[in-house]
């Protein structure tokens, strides 16, 4: 994957997603190996966001649309974790669903005046983490069912022929490695360390190599940091 010189990107989707506004590690990825792009970042995404399902409040465009306004020329898209309960047998109408989606967003948000549409790129939902908690789930009936819709992932973007990132196989196994809450605040919702590791997991399988970024240093906290700053404002 490339980026063009000021290029606009944006996030769509679920929790995965829209809890990167909290840490923002993938963000500062992003900006660490494109440090010469100017690359504009806005997250979209929204707690129970689902492919057929998003809520809105009902004067939420009354002065305009954010995401007409913005703009994008690529999406990163998170989806597959809650269709994931309905189960196997689900998954076609996720597909289909799915497939229906990103026509609807390329057509209500072309990329220029021509009307050309955006880019996408899907990435696969994460694993569930084990808890250990007798009142949360353990998991296993969980990953099962995010495993098939990962792979429905891979066919919606393989279908169309976008570019795919797969992070179900590699998070299933860090977050089951070991029961309780290493990544997570209550198996699904990352905390900061997760955050960090699927980030740098999405970065690397997204373009295929290590990111330069110093985990913690000060440059990459400061860079963090102003990140986050504006995350909260837009």
Not at 42 to 56: C, D, G, K, L, T
Not at 90 to 95: E, L, P, R
Not at 96 to 105: K, R
Not at 182 to 207: K, P, S, V, W
Request: aromatic share 12%.
């Amino acid at each position: 994957l490339e980026f063009l010189q000021g290029e606009r990107v944006a996030f769509l989707g679920n929790s995965l997603a829209e809890r990167m506004n909290l840490f923002g590690h993938f963000e500062t990825l992003l900006q660490t190996r494109f440090p010469k792009k100017e690359l504009v970042i806005r997250n979209f995404a929204r707690p129970a966001e689902a492919v057929s399902i998003q809520q809105r409040s009902a004067d939420y465009t009354a002065l305009d649309d954010p995401q007409l306004a913005f703009g994008a020329d690529t999406y990163f898209c998170f989806f597959g974790f809650n269709e994931s309960y309905a189960g196997p047998e689900g998954i076609d109408a996720f597909k289909t669903d799915y497939a229906n989606y990103l026509d609807m967003i390329a057509q209500r948000y072309p990329r220029d005046d021509t009307n050309s549409p955006p880019r996408f790129i899907l990435v696969s939902p994460i694993a569930f983490e084990p808890t250990g908690d007798p009142l949360l789930p353990n998991g296993e009936k969980e990953n099962e069912n995010l495993k098939l819709y990962s792979v429905a992932v891979s066919e919606v973007a393989a279908a169309r022929q976008l570019a795919f990132v797969d992070v179900f196989e590699a998070t299933h196994k860090m977050l089951c490695d070991k029961p309780g809450l290493q990544y997570t605040i209550n198996g699904c919702h990352l905390n900061d360390a997760g955050d960090r590791e699927i980030a740098r997991m999405i970065d690397e399988n997204a373009f295929g190599s290590a990111s330069s970024a110093s985990f913690g240093s000060p440059s990459y906290e400061t860079l963090r940091s102003a990140i986050n700053d504006k995350s909260w404002v837009h």
